[in-house]
């Protein structure tokens, strides 16, 4: 499986940005977007099952949504109240079987 990851930029902190995943093929898979900022280990942000549970990680619970829409194979972070610390390289995922599947990443950058 292919995937492609857009949506990063600049934003002021406080401001919002949504953040999209699409995987090629028909096959659903649970998802997820982790995050890796300079210098700091890749941590989970939020997953989402195949029939819309979702999971995420205390720093961002609240602010962030994770959804997705199973028609077009697509998965979406709606993050708001964006703050410095957000400033990431945002990476989507998922794991089939043993082996673990990444988008290119995408940069959000939190800043004044």
């Known amino acids: 499986v292919q995937l492609q990851a857009s949506g990063g930029g600049l934003v002021q902190p406080g401001g919002s940005l949504r953040l999209s995943c699409a995987a090629s093929?028909?096959?659903?898979?649970?998802m997820a977007w982790y995050r890796q900022a300079p210098g700091k280990q890749r941590e989970l942000v939020a997953s989402?099952?195949?029939?819309?549970?979702?999971n995420y990680a205390g720093s961002t619970k609240g602010r962030f949504n994770i959804s997705r829409d199973n028609a077009k194979n697509a998965v979406y972070l709606q993050m708001n109240n964006l703050k410095p610390e957000d400033t990431a390289v945002y990476y989507c995922?998922?794991?089939?079987?043993?082996?673990?599947?990444w988008g290119q990443g995408t940069l959000v950058t939190v800043s004044s």
């Open positions: 989402i099952t195949t029939g819309g549970g979702t």
């Open positions: 995922n998922t794991n089939i079987g043993i082996k673990a599947y």
């Open positions: 093929g028909s096959r659903r898979y649970a």
